[in-house]
């Protein structure tokens, strides 16, 4: 399974950065398949220098906050309108209500909204999607929200989505080859509860979880990078990584 960072820059897109989205790809009976894990706003066009926008499966969605989730909107322009024509309708998982959100966003009517472009799915235990099994986990947020635990060929990659620690991200994270964990929040900050993760708390998770290695990203470009990375590191001890557009890892 490879991982692509296509934006990790948290709340809004930054100047280095869109916001959330990540490309998975993992081999299954004889071709590729690509999954998107979130598209906030920006990272639809940086989309274009990994991968062909019309040779995605399926897009999953954390949660509906605009930096996860609002380019779905162009892309319903980009499969609706495409010279080559309409495109085939392909999955996108979500919390309940997805397709009401997007619908509004666009302001269309909710039925048909994207529906004719998109096959709205709410998230209802595990499930299969070509190569990658998918294990949606709700945890703390303001808004319905979840974690993914996404395993192919024996690997799993952990995602916290937007979170406060939580036992929730602890079944995420457990024994992860992968943590891509958000760090929206800086020890010592005026931080309120029940919304997202520190740096020190991506480092604590890990740990606590066995996960084998951290990537920490979702980092807001109000806050420095860097002192992220070290929260973690001061509580972690595996291979620790930032995330940045265009990062690849091998799962």
């Not at 220098?49 to 040779?55: F, I, M, N, T, V």
């Not at 979702?218 to 590191?233: C, F, I, K, N, S």
Request: net charge negative; charged share 20%; glycine share 10%.
């Amino acid at each position: 399974m490879r991982l692509t960072v296509v934006g990790c820059s948290g709340s809004y897109p930054g100047p280095d950065s869109p916001a959330s989205c990540y490309l998975l790809e993992a081999d299954h009976h004889g071709r590729t398949w690509r999954v998107l894990v979130e598209l906030g706003n920006g990272a639809l066009g940086a989309l274009q220098r990994h991968a062909d926008p019309l040779a995605i499966d399926a897009v999953l969605l954390s949660h509906l906050h605009a930096d996860h989730c609002l380019d779905l909107c162009g892309y319903y322009v980009l499969r609706k309108y495409h010279p080559s024509g309409p495109q085939p309708r392909i999955p996108v998982w979500g919390p309940d209500g997805t397709a009401e959100r997007l619908a509004r966003a666009y302001d269309l009517p909710v039925d048909p909204g994207m529906t004719e472009e998109f096959d709205f799915r709410a998230y209802d235990g595990t499930f299969q999607l070509g190569p990658f099994a998918v294990e949606p986990v709700p945890v703390e947020h303001p808004v319905p929200a979840y974690g993914l635990r996404i395993t192919a060929a024996g690997r799993t990659l952990a995602y916290s989505g937007d979170t406060a620690p939580c036992l929730g991200l602890d079944r995420v994270a457990r024994d992860a080859d992968l943590l891509l964990a958000e760090a929206s929040f800086v020890v010592g900050g005026d931080n309120p509860d029940g919304l997202h993760l520190t740096g020190a708390d991506c480092g604590a998770v890990a740990t606590r979880a066995g996960a084998r290695s951290l990537v920490v990203t979702h980092v807001p470009p109000w806050h420095d990078r860097e002192v992220a990375l070290r929260e973690a590191t001061e509580l972690y001890d595996g291979p620790t990584t930032l995330a940045h557009p265009g990062m690849v890892r091998e799962v």
